[in-house]
């Protein structure tokens, strides 16, 4: 497996991370089958492991914790905060007075002392963003953590970190992790853009589109079942916009054939072949699923393939709008009246 560079910061990681969000609770109940799965990814090259805090309520990170005893040295690893963890005010957020104390709590359920990439969950109007770098570059100075880095920003609001950074001396986020695919290509508008201006890493999440892109669902397919994970704008299968998803994903079904590759493969391959990209967080539940997602890391679409993909979903387009989920709420149309 080829080795990218982080962004500028000189870390090599490998092409696709491992995101740990289905390993516990919310996903994968089996606390050992769960380590035996992190523990193939790393034997398979995956050098870059991404979980949060709030997986699983905290039990995701400590998975993590057990499958790198006697490894950690090997593995980049990431983390973020900001979602709530626990009923009341001050659980969660971007203030110092809860970065400093949730800081700890990961630290301790990832049994390290130091996380290599730390990262804030999502953007928020109420945050400022001097309180959350004041408070982060603290921590870089106490060695608690390496690098910083932000996740669902808009491309302004990546620009105002960074001005923020410059102004202030102060750290600066080395990462953004927006959501990418090839059905939700909006980041390429304006994000992918910004963070290849700032010489970021670029960590995208969903390459296959919250299971779109996994041939699990298709035109002749049953309804699927809306929960937490499965909001009803994004997965209900009577708008227009998810039956043309579908129309999409038979269509590339056929491109993927052609290929002789899985469906998978051409969607991560997709992703990980954009030149602002640095990795692809795959999020296996399964050691099946990981063994059909870890193939394409190998795989360098052909011009061809992904002019066919473009002739689909026209580059920097989202067919689904509820599918980009990452900051952009003040550009919203509700947003713009008085």
């Known amino acids: ?53 709030v997986y699983s309520a905290g039990e995701s990170e400590e998975i993590v914790g057990a499958a790198l005893k006697g490894r950690r040295d090997d593995v980049v690893l990431a983390t973020k905060f900001f979602m709530p963890m626990g009923e009341g005010p001050n659980r969660g957020g971007g203030s110092r007075r809860y970065i400093m104390r949730t800081v700890e709590d990961s630290l301790r359920r990832l049994g390290t002392d130091y996380i290599d990439l730390y990262q804030v969950h999502r953007p ?5 963003v001097e309180e959350t770098l004041g408070a982060l570059t603290d921590l870089v100075r106490q060695g608690k953590i390496r690098y910083i880095g932000s996740s669902s920003y808009s491309g302004s609001q990546i620009v105002e970190a960074q001005v923020a950074s410059r102004d202030g001396h102060l750290a600066r986020f080395v990462t953004e992790q927006p ?10 508008q304006d994000v992918l853009p910004t963070t290849q201006r700032y010489g970021m890493g670029t960590l995208s999440y969903s390459p296959l ?17 809306t929960s937490a994970n499965r909001p009803p704008a994004r997965f209900d299968m009577s708008t227009a916009a998810n039956q043309q998803k579908l129309e999409v994903v038979d269509a590339l079904a056929g491109i993927a054939a052609d290929a002789g590759i899985t469906l998978i493969e051409l969607a991560i391959a997709f992703v990980i072949n ?7 967080i795959i999020g296996p539940r399964t050691m099946e699923q990981l ?14 393939t992904l002019d066919r993909i473009d002739a689909l979903v026209a580059p920097g387009e989202t067919i689904n709008p509820d599918d980009n989920s990452y900051g952009t709420a003040e550009l919203a149309p509700a947003a713009r009246r008085r």
């Open 1 to 53: 497996m080829d080795y990218r560079l982080l962004g500028r910061t000189g870390v090599e990681v490998s092409p696709l991370a491992l995101g740990t969000m289905m390993f516990g609770a919310w996903g994968n109940k089996d606390t050992d089958d769960s380590v035996r799965v992190i523990h193939h990814a790393l034997d398979s090259g995956i050098n870059f492991v991404d979980t949060a805090d």
């Open 124 to 128: 928020s109007p109420l945050m400022d």
């Open 179 to 188: 959501p990418y695919s090839i059905l939700v290509r909006g980041i390429e």
């Open 209 to 225: 589109a919250g299971g779109w892109l996994s041939g699990k669902w298709r035109k002749d397919a049953a309804p699927v079942p």
């Open 274 to 280: 954009h030149p602002g990209i640095t990795s692809a």
């Open 291 to 304: 063994e059909s997602q870890i193939s394409a890391a190998d795989i360098t679409l052909s011009t061809e």
